[in-house]
């Protein structure tokens, strides 16, 4: 193609709500444009893009033995109240009726959807195991779209489901979908680590993330110095250290009067003490009740266990009025000693290790101190609720961790019978018993895709995809308007073509430097830059990712480049 044809709308200036590099360059480089929070338009250079991503999923999906379906978007509420998500899903899911008044949700995942299309039609063990997927736009509304592509409303999701007749089939489709993740988002060039992970509301008990490794990445994940234990932060699960030793010479506790000490910073402060020598109380709302949760004041707590542990359907952080009206206890003052009325407590392990710490008397300005919580705490609900961090000790007793920051691209779950159960779907087993199917779900985020690629690859002057999914492989940078330069240009331009590179010609009638800044800030791999050494036979390449420029004899250039193309198509960077 010809830039000149070519919708490239670059823009000099950011948009002003892009908090991160991806989603800035996304937009001036004229990949996407935004319609509404969280909801874009894909531009020609994003779908040629999106599209090397689907091919190298469809191409492995089907290796792996699954089979491409379409969805319906709109999908009828009743499969959702069979599984009970119509109610459980909440304010995410796009709720719409029809002028009859039916209901339906925009599908933001599609287990229903699919377990209806194979309860129908498979009935015998001998039909198992199969694997479904899709490539399609999801509709989440979700709370904060951010970051561009990154966290959309609408977005593009590869999502796939398999059915086994027992457990140890879907433990083996699980295997299958997990390398076939792996050898995607190699292809694809991407910097990843499959780490271990919560399956959230989806359900189920075994479950990896793929995370791309990038500081702007909204998830934490933990990886061992001292062994291959990766996980999400969420997941992790902490021994409960040696509760701290007292005797009956231990002095008791007593209340002290703290004035202006709402927040832990500030008792510390007053206290002269350290954070990890006080226990804070982390208040929520669990399905609309009070809940307290007592940590070590250093440390963050993990919603994800409190959830578990609590039982709930919805956890929040409660907002200080409510939770103040509700329970009339004293915010800023909350500890687990006292009179907590109805609120239910649970206190982390790690609280009964701290030998004496200070915490909130429950009552207005004032603490306690001396407590000994493994001597006072006695009776409370004890358990791991705290967020690993770096230094703690790898669960699988090798190493010490370390936390990084990741993108989520991908996710793969075992469901188990969570829907086939709820939703009734069965089949006949060798023994002519109805069995519900075992199932496996794993998603890719597609879209996301492209802005964990541009977090990866990027520097000042613009983006730097991977060959693999640059919408273009190669630019000739013509330099000349016309004569025998242009006609060097146009004749490279071809013979490239004809070796099935993708390239294009920029014969755009603008000075060099813009030619130049365009080329680094839509990121094209491989740059020819036909500049006044072409007439003797020498052309400027840029390889984009390493940012060298060299001068190469015209004469073989294009079979070198054609060679350096074909290699990095596997997920490898360009080396000419
Ligand atoms: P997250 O924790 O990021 O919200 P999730 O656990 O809700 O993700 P899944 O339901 O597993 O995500 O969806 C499968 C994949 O779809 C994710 O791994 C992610 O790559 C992608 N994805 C999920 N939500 C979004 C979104 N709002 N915008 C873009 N991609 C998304
Ligand atoms: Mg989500």
Known sequence: MRVSHLHIPTLRQPPKDAEVVSHALLVRAGFIRKAAAGIYSYLPLAVRSLEKVKRIIREELEAAGAQEVLLPLIVPAELWKESARWDEYGPELLRVSDRKGGEFCVGPTHEEAVVDVVRRDVRSYKQLPVNLYQIQNKFRDEIRPRAGLMRGREFIMKDAYSFDADEAGAQVSYKAMFDAYVRIFQRIGL????????????????????????????????????SDYAANVETVPLAAPTPAAFTAETAAYEVIDTPGTKSIESLCKLMKCSPADTIRAVAFNADGKPLLVMLRGDREVNDVKVKKAAGVAVLEIAEAAWFAKTTKLPVGYLGPIGDLGETRML??????????????????????????????????????????????????????????????????????????????????????????????????????????????????????????????????????????????????????????????????????????????????????????????????????????????????????????????????????
């Open 191 to 226: 910097d990843f680590r499959p780490v271990e992970a919560d399956s959230g509301n989806i359900g189920g008990s075994l479950s990896h993330e793929f995370q791309v490794l990038a500081d702007s990445g909204e998830d934490r994940i933990v990886s061992s110095d001292g």
């Open 347 to 576: 206190v982390d392990a790690e609280v009964l290790a701290m030998p004496a710490a200070i915490c909130g008397a429950n009552e207005k300005q004032r603490h306690i101190q001396g407590v000994v919580p493994a001597r006072d705490l006695a009776g409370a609900e004890v358990m791991d609720l705290r967020m690993a961090t770096d230094g703690d000790p790898s669960p699988d007793g090798g190493g010490t961790l370390r936390t990084h920051r990741g993108i989520e691209v991908g996710h793969v779950f075992y469901l188990g019978t969570k829907y086939s159960d709820s939703m009734k779907a069965t089949f006949l087993d060798e023994a002519g018993k109805e069995r519900p199917f075992e199932m496996g779900c794993y998603g890719i985020g597609v879209s996301r895709i492209l802005s964990a690629a541009i977090e990866q690859g990027h520097d000042k002057r613009g983006i730097s995809w991977p060959v693999a999914i640059a919408p273009y492989e190669v630019c000739v940078l013509s330099l000349a308007k016309d004569g025998e330069g242009a006609e060097i240009a146009q004749t490279l331009y071809e013979q490239l073509r004809a070796q099935k590179i993708e390239t294009v010609l920029d014969d755009r009638d603008v000075r060099p430097g813009v030619k130049f800044n365009d080329a680094d800030l839509v990121g094209w791999p491989i740059q020819l830059v036909v500049g006044r050494k072409a007439t003797e036979g020498q052309i400027e390449v840029k390889i984009r990712h390493a940012g060298t420029r060299s001068d190469e004899l015209l004469d073989g250039l294009v079979e070198r480049v054609t060679a350096a193309v074909r290699t990095a198509r596997d997920g490898s960077t360009v080396t000419l």
